[in-house]
Structures are given as structure tokens and as C-alpha cells.
């Protein structure tokens, strides 16, 4: 007896081609109503699923391929005297082969003005069923739910090469697919952030040579439900391949360039931003950021919310950059930096917009989830607990500095002056260590500076070692026991502070 494939299919795209393959081998073709036209277009010979089950498709399609006749014949264990006896009693013969994509469920609730009603319709029922009892049956079912499986599939066949270890790895993928079509139909369902449980796919973006070290192995997976500014919707101009670290030093980079709105370059090194700029342009934003910290650029990732011209493509060039990412660089530009054999160059569109996803952390044992740090400080959000109040250019610089202290690992300490880092403090285990690092690198910068704390001074060293190397005003959350401590300290130096209410760890 003839070997039968069951065809049914969404993505029709080559289908006839493989179903011509299978004919050649001597499949019997199955098929459904919009596959079966197309393949009978084709001159390919192919049943009706129909008139295998002698019952016709109903409600609109929603029933087409639910009938015991197709899933007693996909899932009946053929070393299983009993089950084969059922199916000669019953008159059902056996499908060897699967082939079904499913309808396009996220492709569906992506499109802009689509209704509730159409999203559901485009929840698949028939397809995962006849998938997933292709896949239990890979002892003797194939199961292909890849169109890029095809060629590979008939080869194996005619070769035959498809043995028992090659389908359950078709089956594999099967199980991998369906879980990412629930989970994303769960998604859709869900309202609540933190459900019983928390079921996200990522796919795969790309195989990393190796992680954070050379000795780990790594691959970058990116959200297919993330719409947001992303790297992972980013178009490489040119250089080697991402590492893991790139991605790392270069999402941070975008989180921080989300931030500020007028032209900014940032200077991204291992997380930590090295030196950011705004200015009128972008050329002087990146100047700024440049100088912010000469020696820390070196090796790192700039950022830059403006097309690059050749002038700032010069500049850029003479230092040793790993990345440089903007929205647009002009074909001067552009050939200039390509000289450049080992920098990566990506364009990506710099929306200001603030992302929706969810951070996972992964601990032993489980995940810790939280939303995102999108919160925004204003102006309107300050309070003035001391006798002297900023200036207008130090409120502007003190919301500038307090942006960028958001993205340091903390304890931080980010001081600014005229929209221009002058010295970051990063990841110390106490705060006024994280002042010391940021005064020292600052050395003169300091004087007529400000200062942002990501979180609350315990106690009023902080604020005195500042005031001494001449900053001006201070920017922190506020809330600790001894405020008041901090508050006298800043009066007894003449500087102001502002509170924000708000503290930013990010650990
Ligand atoms: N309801 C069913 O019995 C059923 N059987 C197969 N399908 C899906 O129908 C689609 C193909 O339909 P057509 O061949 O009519 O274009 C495939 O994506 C397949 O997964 C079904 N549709 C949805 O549940």
C-alpha cells in the first residue's frame, strides 16, 4: 500500500514542489480545501480530506481535520496487534507523513485595525491536533511543520536516511513550535503581568561564538512579540558578527539614548555609560560625550539619535570604537567608517518610546520578573528641602544627570555639567565610594557641577565630599532616616538639593 502524506497548510509558499517531491516517492497526497485547490492547480493529484473522511469540512473551516478517521490513523502504534485490529474493524488507514503550518495566529493580532473576532478566528485547532499526534507517533509518523524542512525531508527520504532518531527530531521542533503558538495565544489572553505561570518564547536570533567569556557558550534570542526600538530589529551595516557583550554594551546604549530626546551621543563601556552629550547637534553631543572621559571610550559602543555625517564619521574613526549604532549615517559617512575592518556599524530607527517588556533575571532555581524602569522624573515632580534652590541651568542639568544615573549600576554617582557628563561612579558597594570615583575622574569639572545619587544618602558624607570639590546642587530620591543630616550638610555649604522621590538601583 501506497505511504500517504496529510497536507495542510497556511503558508502555501512551496508547497506544491514538496508535495510534487513526495508524488515522485510515491505518497499518496491528502489534502485540505485551500491547500488542496492550490496543489490541483498544480497537477498534482491529491484527495480531498473530505472524502477520506466522508465527512465534509464544517463551520467555516473550523472543523476540516478533527475526525477519529485522521487520528486514529496518525496516532495507531504499529507494533500494536490491538490497535491495528481496531483500524481494520473501523476501515482507517494509516498517514505516514504531516505536513502543516498553522494559521498565522501573531501575524494576525501584529496587523493594526484588526478585531478581536478575527484574532480568534486565527487560533488554529485542527493543525496543532494533527501536529502533535504526528509527533507522538514519530516512531512511524513524520511530521513537518518547517517550510524550510521541505528539501532537507524529501532528500532524507530518497536517500533513506529518515529514520526513527531524524523524525523525532522533526518532532522536536513540532512540540517547540505549538508551545511558541500557545504561549503567544496565552499572551494574548493574558491581562495580568504576573500570571500562575509565566510562559514567554524567545527565538532564535543567532548562535554566539561564545558568551561572556570565551569559555561559555551563548546565542541571542530576541522577543517576536517586542514591537519597541530594539537591537534585535537593528540592520547591520557592516563589521564582524555581534558577541555577547556587544549586545549587552549595546542594549545599553539604547536604554540610555531613549532617555533624552534633543541630539545625544552616548559612550557605552560593560553596561555603564562612560560619557553622554546633548547638545544643538549631534556633532557636539558626541564631542561632549568624547570628553566626558577620553580614556574609558576606548573599546566601547557609541550610541548617537542622529544621522551621522562625515564629519562625525572622521571623528569617530580615529578612535577604537567596537560599535557605532545610529539612525541613519550618510554614504560619506558610511565610507569612511567602512575602512574601518573591525567596527560594526548598525542603523536602527532611535523612537523615543519606552518599552513594554518585562526584565528577567534568572536566579538558581527560578526567574525574578519586574517591569521595566520606565518611570520619568520632571520637573514638576522636584521638591527643594534646602535653604538654596537650584538655578534653571542646574535644574536642566540635574534632570540630565539624574537620566543618566538611572542606567549606572549602582551605588551611583553621575555628575554633569552643561548637558556633559564630568565623572561616573559605577557599581561600588557604598555611596560615597561611588562619589570619590566620579569627583576623582571629574579632577576641575567638578567645580560649578552637579550631582545625581540613584538612591538615598544614609549619611551626609556624600553630599560633604561634593560640596567641597565645588558642585553646586544635588539630585537623589530623598527618604532616608537622616535626610535632615544631608539637608544641613548642603546649608552649611551653601548648595541646594532636589528630591525626585523616586530611586533607580538597578543591581
Ligand atoms: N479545523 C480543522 O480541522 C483544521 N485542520 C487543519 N486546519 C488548518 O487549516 C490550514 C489549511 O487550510 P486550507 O488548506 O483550507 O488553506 C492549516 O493552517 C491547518 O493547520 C484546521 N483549521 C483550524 O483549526
Given at each position: 500500500m501506497k505511504k500517504r502524506a496529510l497536507i495542510s497548510v497556511s503558508d502555501k509558499d512551496n508547497i506544491t514542489n514538496f508535495a510534487k517531491g513526495l508524488v515522485d516517492l510515491d505518497y499518496?497526497?491528502?489534502?485540505?480545501?485551500g491547500t488542496l485547490n492550490k496543489l490541483t492547480e498544480a497537477g498534482i493529484q491529491a484527495t480531498a480530506v473530505e472524502d477520506v473522511t466522508g465527512f465534509p469540512e464544517m463551520l467555516g473551516g473550523r472543523v476540516k481535520t478533527l475526525h477519529p478517521i485522521?487520528?486514529?490513523g496518525l496516532l495507531a502504534k504499529r507494533d500494536n496487534a490491538d490497535h491495528q485490529k481496531q483500524l481494520t474493524e473501523s476501515d482507517i488507514d494509516l498517514i505516514d507523513m504531516v505536513v502543516v503550518n498553522l494559521y498565522p495566529f501573531k501575524q494576525t493580532f501584529d496587523q493594526l485595525d484588526v478585531t478581536e473576532e478575527e484574532v480568534i478566528e486565527n487560533i488554529d485547532v485542527g493543525g496543532p491536533t494533527m501536529l502533535r499526534a504526528a509527533a507522538k507517533s514519530f516512531a512511524d509518523v513524520t511530521v513537518v511543520v518547517d517550510p524550510d524542512?521541505?528539501?532537507?525531508?524529501?532528500?532524507?527520504?530518497?536517500e533513506n536516511r529518515l529514520d526513527k532518531t531524524e523524525r523525532k527530531k522533526l518532532a522536536a521542533k513540532v512540540f517547540r513550535h505549538t508551545a511558541q503558538y500557545d504561549s503567544m495565544i496565552a499572551s494574548y489572553f493574558t491581562e495580568d503581568a504576573f500570571p500562575e505561570n509565566y510562559t514567554i518564547t524567545y527565538e532564535k536570533a543567532q548562535t554566539l561564538r561564545y558568551?561572556?567569556?570565551?569559555?561559555?557558550?551563548?546565542?541571542?534570542?530576541?522577543?517576536?512579540?517586542?514591537?519597541?526600538?530594539?537591537?534585535?530589529?537593528?540592520?547591520?551595516?557592516?563589521?564582524?558578527?555581534?558577541?555577547?557583550?556587544n549586545i549587552q554594551d549595546a542594549n545599553a546604549a539604547l536604554e540610555i539614548i531613549a532617555e533624552y530626546?534633543?541630539?545625544?551621543?552616548?559612550a557605552v563601556k560593560h553596561m555603564n555609560p562612560c560619557g553622554i552629550g546633548v547638545a544643538e547637534g549631534i556633532n557636539r553631543a558626541f564631542s561632549k560625550a568624547y570628553e566626558a572621559d577620553p580614556v574609558s571610550i576606548f573599546g566601547g559602543i557609541v550610541a548617537c539619535n542622529r544621522k551621522i555625517d562625515v564629519e562625525l564619521a572622521t571623528q569617530l574613526s580615529g578612535i577604537f570604537?567596537?560599535?557605532?549604532?545610529?539612525?541613519e549615517f550618510t554614504d560619506d559617512a558610511l565610507a569612511v567608517l567602512t575602512k574601518k575592518k573591525n567596527i560594526r556599524l548598525l542603523e536602527l530607527a532611535m523612537v523615543n518610546e519606552q518599552s513594554t517588556y518585562h526584565k528577567l533575571t534568572t536566579i538558581k532555581g527560578g526567574v525574578l520578573i519586574q517591569s521595566n524602569d520606565d518611570a520619568e522624573v520632571e520637573q514638576k515632580d522636584l521638591t527643594f528641602p534646602t535653604d538654596k534652590k537650584p538655578s534653571e541651568d542646574e535644574i536642566k542639568d540635574l534632570l540630565f544627570a539624574w537620566k543618566a544615573v538611572k542606567h549606572v549600576k549602582s551605588n551611583a554617582i553621575v555628575l554633569a555639567k552643561g548637558l556633559q557628563t564630568v565623572g561616573v561612579g559605577a557599581g561600588q558597594m557604598n555611596r560615597v565610594g561611588a562619589a570619590d570615583i566620579a569627583l576623582e575622574q571629574a579632577e576641575e569639572k567638578a567645580k560649578d557641577a552637579v550631582m545625581a545619587s540613584d538612591a538615598f544618602f544614609p549619611m551626609p558624607d556624600t553630599v560633604e565630599i561634593a560640596a567641597k570639590a565645588g558642585i553646586t546642587a544635588v539630585i537623589q530620591p530623598g527618604g532616608s532616616k537622616r535626610d535632615q543630616d544631608s539637608i544641613d550638610m548642603c546649608n552649611k555649604y551653601g548648595i541646594s538639593m532636589v528630591y525626585t522621590g523616586m530611586r533607580h538601583f538597578k543591581h
Open positions: 499518496e497526497i491528502i489534502s485540505t480545501g485522521i487520528h486514529a524542512d521541505y528539501d532537507s525531508t524529501l532528500k532524507s527520504i530518497q558568551g561572556e567569556n570565551p569559555h561559555q557558550t551563548a546565542a541571542f534570542y530576541k522577543n517576536p512579540t517586542e514591537t519597541a526600538m530594539s537591537l534585535a530589529s537593528a540592520k547591520q551595516l557592516h563589521g564582524k558578527e555581534l558577541s555577547y557583550n530626546g534633543s541630539p545625544t551621543a552616548v570604537l567596537e560599535i557605532v549604532i545610529a539612525p
